[in-house]
């Protein structure tokens, strides 16, 4: 338990997007330090694999060409490949995209190993 430097109440907690900290619920003073998510901070590339799409089911086709940007027809295409690549893109992307493949119960794989 820490205490306020200035009027002795006990701190509390205080964490936003990217900073952490503690304030004093009495007098507020606070001390507080920036904190990154390794998720914003990742430069690495990553692929996303369709593991279960089908050419024939117009929601696979629709999600995995919202996904990779392609038409109805191109995505059908990828569609017929086995475990085809849908997207290549930065940790913070690749998170909203399975995302929405988890939504959607569609099987992917990311290569390499997702660490989040």
Known sequence: MFTCEKCGAVLQKLQGDSTIGMICPNCFWSV??????????????????????NPKDSKHIKVVSKISGKNFLSTRATLMQAEPLIFIGKATQVSEIKELLDTNQLIYNIRPDWPY
């Open 32 to 53: 507080v330090s920036t904190r990154i998510s390794p998720i914003l901070l990742d430069e690495t590339d990553f692929h996303v694999y369709l593991k279960n799409g």
